[in-house]
């Protein structure tokens, strides 16, 4: 078994002084630990992985650019922790934004949404009127509304009132229905 390497500070002598031979053969050999880590640990797919250790690396590199590193053995954990953050963060916005391609579907242009709220609100406004109705006439009008193509013979055979009265039903209840809507609409 070969021994992993745990002390990179040879790493942030190498990026201080500008050594990039050094730098390459140490990155070469760290970064895909770091990517490892994140797929294994973490869980992210390999490309994600990918991106999440090189912006790490790009924000480890400016803190070892402004001599803000401290403690440079200890160099390998920092960039294991700035990876993880890192995808946890690209992981956060991920989800943010995750939608599922059925949300899609079903997109409307402004005109349609608009007529859609007008349709709801006038389906709401009907069911509160239908609502105030007596349970006999709601039964009645209801009739119409599930069947639209419903005759007044139906309606006569539904029932069992005269041609005359079932038109003369229909049309009082569409009419309570009608001042009603408008009083409701206009609140």
Do not use: W
């Amino acid at each position: 078994m070969t021994n992993v390497r745990v002390d990179y500070s040879e790493l942030v002598e190498a990026l201080k002084k500008g050594d990039d031979a050094k730098a390459g053969e140490l990155l070469a050999e760290v970064i895909p630990r770091l990517q490892d880590y994140l797929c294994v640990v973490m869980n992210a797919k390999p490309t994600e992985a990918r991106e999440c250790v090189q912006q790490a690396f790009l924000d480890v590199f400016e803190q070892i650019r402004r001599n803000k590193i401290k403690e440079s053995k200890y160099i390998f954990s920092y960039l294991i922790k700035s990876s993880r953050h890192e995808y946890l963060r690209y992981a956060k916005r991920q989800h943010k934004f995750d939608y599922d391609d059925e949300s899609f579907e079903d997109v409307y242009e402004p005109a349609q949404q608009l007529n859609r709220l007008l349709d709801e609100e006038r389906q709401r406004i009907l069911e509160e009127c239908l609502s105030e109705l007596r349970e006999k006439s709601r039964k009645f009008i209801q009739f119409f509304i599930d069947k639209p193509d419903a005759s007044t013979a139906d309606a006569v055979k539904e029932f069992e009132y005269s041609s005359a009265n079932v038109r003369t039903k229909k049309s009082r209840i569409l009419s309570r229905l009608h001042h009603c809507y408008k009083r409701k609409s206009t609140e």
